[in-house]
């Protein structure tokens, strides 16, 4: 029901959402010049052909439509919620308030770009790597797709609690940001000591690294399952921070 009621109104402004096309374009053709950089400059990382680099960049693409689609607006909203008196108003409503304030909004229009093009790099990068096409290789591929969500919905929120406990969260919002912009490359390019906090502190790296890595044989099942219950476990702390904050929530009116 969201994404028709969005889609009705996206539809009654066809140039804002023409626009929104464009300028997600535009930012995604700036973004594709890494990949021309790495072609052309015959770029390996930890014995990854620019071929298989392809799988990352494709990956960061597509979590990064995924993002803009379903959660940005939704995160960016959850601030003047809290300070304008809107989440008064859905604690009332008959409906999980974390679900409706972080998910009622869905762009159908900037991931459309972000979902093609990486998509199609994925593609390419796959055939250009010969990995198999068998259903062990595409099962993993998905659950850690799947996994990618989670973290992306974990990580990203977490500016938007803050904004429980603090007026202004526009720092650690472009904090978040350009973390997310540094995760579109492989996590060998990283010291170790930052691929063990992106991984296990803050599990950004999960989110882009993973579903690459693991067609290209650098993982196994156990690591897919460990993923899975590590971004399950994230859900549920994020889950119960937000029930702890709406519980300590004295409406904007006080």
Not at 198 to 215: D, E, H, K, Q
Request: glycine share 6%; hydrophobic share 55%; aromatic share 12%.
């Amino acid at each position: 029901m969201f994404i028709k009621n969005c889609l009705i109104a996206q539809m009654e402004f066809r140039g804002n959402f023409l626009m929104s096309l464009l300028v997600e374009s535009v930012y995604l053709l700036a973004k594709l010049l890494y990949v021309l950089v790495v072609f052309r400059t015959d770029l390996h990382v930890d014995g990854v052909p620019p071929e298989g680099l392809l799988l990352f960049i494709g990956m960061h693409t597509v979590a990064t439509g995924i993002y803009v689609g379903l959660f940005f607006t939704n995160f960016t909203k959850i601030p003047d919620y809290i300070k304008d008196g809107t989440l008064d108003l859905m604690i009332t409503k008959p409906v999980s308030l974390q679900f409706i304030a972080s998910l009622r909004y869905v762009d159908l229009a900037l991931p459309i770009p972000d979902i093609l093009v990486g998509a199609a790099m994925i593609i390419i990068g796959w055939n250009a790597m010969d990995i198999p096409l068998s259903l062990s290789t595409i099962s993993g591929f998905s659950v850690l797709l799947l996994v990618s969500v989670i973290v992306t919905y974990c990580l990203m929120i977490i500016p938007a609690l803050l904004s429980f406990r603090f007026v202004q969260t526009g720092s650690a919002s472009e904090i978040a940001n350009s973390l997310w912009d540094a995760n579109n490359f492989p996590m060998a390019i990283y010291p170790a000591w930052v691929r063990r906090i992106g991984t296990f502190v803050v599990p950004l790296f999960l989110v882009t690294n993973f579903g690459p890595m693991f067609v290209l044989g650098q993982l196994t099942w156990v690591h897919i399952c460990l993923a899975l219950a590590g971004s399950l476990l994230l859900f549920a702390a994020v889950r119960a921070i937000w029930q702890h904050e709406v519980r300590n929530y004295s409406s904007a009116s006080s």
